[in-house]
């Protein structure tokens, strides 16, 4: 063989692969982008990592997928190119792939986040309506992507043409498939380095001497040390959760047995009112979002009849099926179904209001789709605020305080973006404008705050604290 077909047939590998690359590119960018309407992937390892037969399948079938997907195209590329579509199976490859494409894309979400694609064709529950959260979807799209390139290889045993080497007119094609794959993975690269995941990643979190004060004028103002003072009590409804199941103490007690127990102030939780203001801290923040959830998931509010958990997926949201500190298994049992805090008609009809245009950065969903334990949480801090009396202003600045302490890397975010790109201090800014979808749903957060505060090199750390959508 001499130098000129040893040069062409390296040129073809080349080619061939920039192919398979490209698409896998590709695949992986259509996947990351449908995530990021609802999410993040900072969202994804949150709500998933604590269960692994979960989280990991669903990185191994993502990935997997995309690497398969391209290597399938280049495959179609290459048969196309030298026999034609008159081959065996040829159709039967290219509908399997783009099968597992539409399966892979419309998997491609948070489980407890929502999917926008999916409510488009009537799934408003997201992945939360199938009985594996959507994993199935991902094996599926997997399976039938393997299926394809296991038929594009069977069919590579007949011998290929003399012309399958790249000739001289071709040329045009080599640099255009190659610098479409360099395009491709800077976009990918773009796309990628505004996640919030990317604090995670060791150097990352470094920040500059001239941030650091305001780093730490706002950690102290939306974090405050001695906590934040609520006029908000629980009352008997604590001790109503109880007698009616909703809340079992020993299941909600044996959850902190491994940190050393629930804290001090709890102490009479399960058998005494409890009339003293929610003081919520760094440290307690965690158990108040599972002390309120049940009460959002449980009170009876005549206009939960028309929210979209109430549907047939009632039982797969994190909100009910993540409920498991009750007496039944499931919290859909519970879902609307008991006199926890009296309200009145006004009353709810406030808290519906506020409800309705407050969302949370874990989703794209109002506190009123109340799919995972934050929604509920918030839900039930609203129906407390109302019927002891809180005005709607009082209960969006409620709902800021919680929600900040819940997602403290947020909103630690949107106090500096407000400080250094609007020139407003975080006790001016209005906490209704903070909690609307533009800064506080997912996607508006991701959008508005943290891709416009990316472009400010080593200017925000990665803070601890927060919770993920389950117990």
Not at 8 to 33: D, E, H, P, Q, W
Not at 254 to 280: A, C, H
Not at 335 to 360: C, D, H, M, W
């Amino acid at each position: 063989m001499d130098e000129d077909q040893l040069n062409s047939r390296f040129f073809t590998k080349i080619f061939y692969g920039s192919i398979g690359v490209a698409a896998s590119l590709f695949l992986f960018i259509v996947f990351y982008t449908t995530l990021r309407l609802d999410s993040s992937i900072e969202s994804l390892i949150e709500n998933t990592i604590q269960t692994p037969l979960y989280f990991w399948p669903y990185v191994f079938f993502t990935f997997a997928t995309a690497i398969l997907f391209g290597i399938n195209t280049a495959l179609i590329f290459y048969r196309w190119r030298n026999f034609g579509i008159r081959v065996p199976n040829f159709k039967k490859e290219s509908a399997s792939t783009a099968l597992s494409s539409l399966f892979g894309i419309a998997s491609s979400a948070c489980p407890s986040c929502g999917s926008t694609l999916l409510s488009l064709v009537g799934l408003g529950g997201g992945l939360a309506i199938f009985p594996f959260a959507g994993l199935e979807l991902k094996a599926l799209s997997f399976g039938l992507i393997g299926f394809a390139t296991f038929l594009s290889f069977r069919n590579l045993r007949c011998a290929p043409p003399a012309s399958s080497s790249l000739q001289e007119k071709d040329t045009p094609w080599f640099f255009f498939t190659l610098l479409l794959t360099i395009a491709l993975f800077f976009l990918s690269w773009d796309m990628l380095k505004t996640d919030p995941v990317m604090a995670r990643i060791p150097g990352n979190a470094a920040i500059s001497q001239e941030t650091k004060p305001i780093l730490e004028e706002m950690l102290a103002k939306v974090l405050p040390e001695d906590g934040f003072h609520t006029r908000i009590v629980f009352g008997e409804s604590i001790l109503n959760l109880v007698e009616q199941g909703v809340i079992d103490p020993a299941k909600f007690n044996s959850l902190y047995e491994g940190s050393g127990g629930l804290p001090e102030e709890f102490k009479d939780i399960w058998t005494e009112p409890q009339d003293r203001p929610i003081v919520l801290t760094r440290e307690n923040a965690g158990v108040y979002v599972n002390l309120l959830w049940p009460i959002g998931l449980s009170n009876l509010m005549s206009t939960n009849t028309q929210s979209p958990v109430n549907s047939k997926s009632l039982f797969n949201f994190a909100s009910t099926g993540g409920w498991i500190l009750g007496k039944e298994d499931n919290g859909g049992a519970y879902f609307n179904k008991f006199q926890i805090v009296p309200l009145n008609g006004s009353q709810e009809a406030l808290i519906t209001k506020v409800a309705q245009n407050t969302y949370r950065p874990c989703c794209n969903n109002s506190t009123f789709f109340q799919d995972c334990n934050h929604g509920s949480a918030l839900l039930g801090l609203f129906q407390l605020g109302a019927a002891q009396g809180l005005s709607e202003k009082e209960l969006y600045r409620e709902a800021l305080a919680f929600n900040s302490f819940w997602f403290p890397q947020q909103y630690l975010e949107t106090a500096v973006y407000f400080k250094k790109l609007k020139h407003t201090d975080w006790k001016n800014v209005e906490p209704a404008v903070v909690m609307s979808r533009e800064f506080s749903s997912a996607s508006g957060w991701m959008k508005n705050v943290h891709e416009e505060l990316s472009k400010i090199p080593n200017l925000l750390p990665q803070v601890q604290g927060g919770s993920g959508c389950g117990v």
